[in-house]
């Protein structure tokens, strides 16, 4: 497939449809960006009215044009389409990009348009790019299909970018071309009826003219293979993920689902996948400009300034990004300070160069510097006025990227110059060049967290799975038409080895007495009914009974209430469960996303859950060190290991929750949502117990 | 104070001591800014080896002048300045900027120098800037006194710069130029021995000329003075304040401390002035973009974008800075979609104005919005073409910003087209113009909080009051020269009318059982000794004692274990105060703020505090709609409130604690430090009680 998507890219013959002789004919300009980029192939027009451009003739019909067509250009009315491309079929050609507006993005009229669009082509065996595009740019083929005009300082290079709005990859251009990066290839997916970034991205992995891929996606359609597609190279892939709010307008269910809305998802996923979020282009700037760098393989900067007060600014950001100023050792520092002229400036880290003006005991302070093993990366920040100091300034830049090159550490570097110097410099200079001390720390930064990302491959784990046990008691619920109830629920998690607190049905008062003094007071009543899934909100819970009276009590009180804030709900009885003291409430749970399948989350509990949001999110399946990050990387980790003389919690009992339902969710699939909560987790070697579960299956599955 | 400074700004003559005509002479560069910004008074050169400049004579002393002389620059070297300024002093100039480096940011050496300078200036009367600094700029007179040269592009216009580091002020100049911006005055102050930046900023406020006020400050030297002239203008005032690190190096002592480390401080004091913080100069670019804007009076944004992709990134950006997309009238939409050509695109909010491409009807539907009640604001983002589209789209850029004005509400426009083109349109359109959509929202969300911040004055809260009481204790503890007991520090803020957990004093177990019986079981016993502060890191706390037995077997606990972890300590006995149930631990405490004097914090106590960091600062006094809002501002306040059922807290009750507390420190100067902690909040009507109190007294006061 990605062989076929080759002549998209590649094309020896292009006819352009659409191309008139009136004024404002967006076609004619697709064939002035072919002509300013310098295509090398042969680019005939197509318009019903007929005319010249170029010299060229501009042919009535694409069956009239006398040769073999590689691609061809649709950006004609979105009626006439369909027949476009069945003429496009009938002539032979294989690649088409449908530029045209007004499909399934303006409603079902042209939703219903763009399907016989589909079924055409798919007729015709022809792959098309759109519709609702701007098409492709191959920088190094002199190839464009933009219906706008594209800035003639894009040099070729080895960013290639897919964008779902023609706009902003027309925008990420302009900043290319301003910043002096270097295009490979650009495609406009549009509407993503037949080729979607999925098919694009798997062409650039294998592309040697794509060194690094950056993403523009309002929706991703399909998750798992973008991931998979990621997991399989080492080229940098950069995502903007926008349209954050979609799901948020959906109410959620439970605490899973409202912990993991889909864009935390979508930030897990990408993670996972080793893919680079970014959400403007300023930090799509940083990241390109960083990855010209060579990794930061540790977390030590130095920073060197000429100005003391940039000096201060980039040590505020190092501490705001968690960077430490590397300690720089007495006798460099003493040996250094021999360099200087004056005695005015005294070395450390930050350096400041202070009034120093000799621009060749910069360049050996920068090389002493970098060189020495406790530095992983630098911040040279210089100050200059573009009259005296230009050429010398703009060699000395130049030294610093060999440098970094040859020592292979990163060097980024703040030109702090009036603005027309600094964009020249973005020209010419062999390496990047920052407009500010805090964006060289932060490129350091992403430089640090992006080769820090640790891609794990999506390995079920093993461990307990009585998948029988489960099958029957998801059998029984099917052939009720309804979801587990609570005991069910924590009988299929604890099938998959989660321990469950112990449980006892109780279908009457005398029931529950029974069954309080079979486990041992105090106990905790919870109503069961299917159709009531958060029972305290309905007075279903009573906790801490500590007599047979209270229990009776309690098991009137709770059917009471229940029945009359629910009248229409049935009522199982209660579950009894021993009342637990000690320990740390947590959440585990699992939801089915409709981009990437099951996620499983872990997350603070109790009270505060809604307050903090303390969350982490893996798509599942996951390997156990990805369950162990998980716990790292929530908040409460430090209270959970154990602070200031209290207990630690037992994490690894917890480790072993998560990957059970990692477990559970990868073998049954038909699980839309499974809430442990609060799961509790006792002091450090005396285990966990999940108090509640809920769960809900997939409607027919 | 503030006239004295005139004659910096707007000298007839100067005098610029330290030229030569020796290649690389700085002081030649300042009597070039003077020649190229276009000085209208006199300026006189003075330097040992006499010589020529712009045909005038270089004088061989400042005596030989033969004028008066309003002002004089000393560029000489450090050892030489003493002289410089007795020379100065006896030719009767009672201003000098001195820009020599050298002096008490180098070491013990050029403090020593720096003071003798101090008092030479003072003995002659003169009021001097720096040393250590590129003095000034009074861009409406021709002014500049830099020693390096300025961006002829630099026009003269509203924003008045101070700052600490000339090297970050020349970037901001640089940044003014390159934006398009307009400089009125600026003031680098450096080591700021004389003339500080309060005196500068008292000065610019009253400044005609001066609208907005930027300030650069790697330390502040009085902060109630700040605060005092920040709340005494209308004048927007942005801060940078760097140095952040500076005091997270020292090691807290309390959490009162650990939360309000001074960097927060700075927050909150800045904020309580109505003071805007910024962290790069990025954000400086946006306010002061923003702020050539009319206010934005409430949070309802309406985007119009002529690229669907930028819409979505625009709705995302609100999303993330709390901005509400307005809901635009079903009507007015129906009667704008009459105006469109095609069928292409629904009209809603965002709007996207697709492939509409007339933009009479961009600025019809553009005003028609902006003008509706439910808007407060716009994004209009345009993409175009500069060809084509150039000359038309600056006219309509000039047209919203003109509808901004009209209507009185913020119209931010985004440019999208060429880098080049968007360099041209900063330089010639009225209005700012932003380079991303969601520098846009930003620059409307920015606006909306700056005209949000309500300044209060600092007045002493009303309410209980026992001064003598509390002087009585503080005397005691000052006669034994210790800091205040456990029970000293509950009787002070008891009476300041906090209510304190009872608390009885045990010297022995049997007094001990005897206060439990009388207090009645449960109880806590807590350890009594000068020299012990975390009681128990010590060992020295002992909860939920249920009988006689119990309250004896802590009781010998107690003194064992703290005896055997603190032998050097002092034992006095123990607290025995009623074990508490339910409710909620917070933290209300102060803290004396080396540069903005006590400052009062409120915070979520128990296990997280340290992991979530939870806390509301003010700098004391403060009215009680300050302490209302720290509670507000607390990620806990919907806890405290009450959320999914859970009971709300006392929150009027919790009010009255901070304000107790700002009403002590208001009145006893001496207190350096005190940590109500925990401070037990009950159900709403059932007040709060101090559970444990520390506190420390200034040394020596």
Partial sequence: MASSLDTFFNPETIAVVGVSEKPGNLGRVISGNLQSFGFRGIVYEVGPNGGTLYGRRIYKAVSDIPDRVDLAVLLVPARVVPDAMAECGRKGIRHVVVET????????????????????????????????????????????????????????????VVTQSGGVGISI????????????????????????????????????????????????????????????????????????????????????????????????????????????????????????????????????????????????????EGLELATLPQDFLDEAQTHLRANVISLTNPMDLGDLFDLDVYEKLASGTLAMDGVDGMVFMHTYMVGPDGDRSQRLFERLHEMSLELHKPVAVHADTVAGEVSRLKQVLPGPVFQEPSDAVRALALLRDYWKADVLPPERPDGPADAGAVRAILAACRAEGRDPLLQEAMAIAAAYGVPAAECRLAASED?????????????????????????????????????????????????????????????????????????????????????????????????????????AIRVAPFPRPAAEAMLRELKVWPVLKGVRGQEASDVDALVEVILAIARLVTDFPEIAELDLNPIRVMAAGHGCRALDARMSLVPGA
């Fill in 101 to 160: 507006a007004g499909f399934s993005e303006s409603g079902p009229e042209g939703a219903e348009l763009e399907q016989r669009v589909a079924a055409i082509a798919a007729e015709h065996g022809i792959r098309f790019i759109g519709p609702n595009c701007i098409g492709l740019v191959n920088r190094h083929a002199g190839l464009s299909t933009a219906f706008v005009s594209l800035d003639a300082h894009l040099q070729p290079g080895g960013t290639s």
């Fill in 173 to 320: 251009l302009n900043m290319l071309a301003s910043e002096g990066g270097g295009l490979a290839k650009m495609v406009s997916v549009g509407n993503k009826v037949d080729v979607d970034e999925n098919d694009v991205l798997e062409y650039l992995i294998d592309d040697p003219e794509t060194e690094i891929i950056t993403m523009y996606l309002e929706g991703i359609r399909d998750g798992k293979r973008l991931m998979d597609l990621a997991r399989s190279t080492d080229k940098p892939i950069l995502i903007h993920k926008s349209n954050i709010g979609e799901a948020a307008r959906g109410i959620a269910s439970s605490h899973t689902a409202a912990l993991s809305a889909d864009d935390a998802v979508v930030d897990a996923a990408l993670r996972q996948a080793g893919i680079a979020r970014f959400r403007d282009s300023e930090t799509l700037v940083h990241y390109l400009k960083a990855l010209a760098l060579p990794p930061m393989r540790g977390n030590r900067v130095a920073v060197l300034s000429r100005s003391g007060g940039h000096a201060v600014i980039a040590a505020d950001a190092c501490e705001l």
């Fill in 511 to 615: 029931e529950a007495v029974a069954a309080a003094e079979d486990l041992g007071l105090p106990v905790v009543l919870k109503v069961v009914s299917p159709e009531i899934s958060h029972k305290s909100d309905f007075g279903g819970v009573q906790l801490n009974l500590r007599s047979e009276d209270g229990v009776r009590a309690a098991y009137r009180e709770i059917m009471a209430e229940v029945g009359e804030r629910a009248p229409e709900a049935n009522l199982y009885g209660v579950v009894v469960q021993p009342m637990l003291r000690g320990g740390r409430d947590l959440i585990v749970g699992a939801r089915l996303d409709p981009n990437f399948g099951h996620v499983v989350l872990v997350g603070m509990g109790g009270v505060f859950v809604e307050v903090f949001r303390d969350a």
